[in-house]
């Protein structure tokens, strides 16, 4: 399943933000984002995850949890 993992330029080279295992000479995708694009799809994300997630109708499974 792909994996999205944030991360940095430091000395030409791609670091991480987070420890990911890998095995040596595994192939990726990097897809590159400006500063201004990063923020663009962040506050989209934003506005779509909140709209799924203030959804009332979902409170009925906390219910079930509860039960």
Do not use: C, F
Request: charged share 25%; no cysteine; glycine share 6%.
């Amino acid at each position: 399943m792909p994996k999205s993992v944030w991360g940095v330029i430091r000395n030409g080279k791609i670091e991480p933000s987070q420890e990911i295992e890998l095995p040596e000479g595994a192939t990726v995708l990097v897809t590159l984002l400006t500063d201004e694009e990063h923020h663009y799809w962040q506050k989209v994300s934003e506005a779509s995850l909140a709209a799924i997630w203030d959804n009332t109708e979902d409170d009925v499974y906390a219910q079930l949890l509860q039960g």
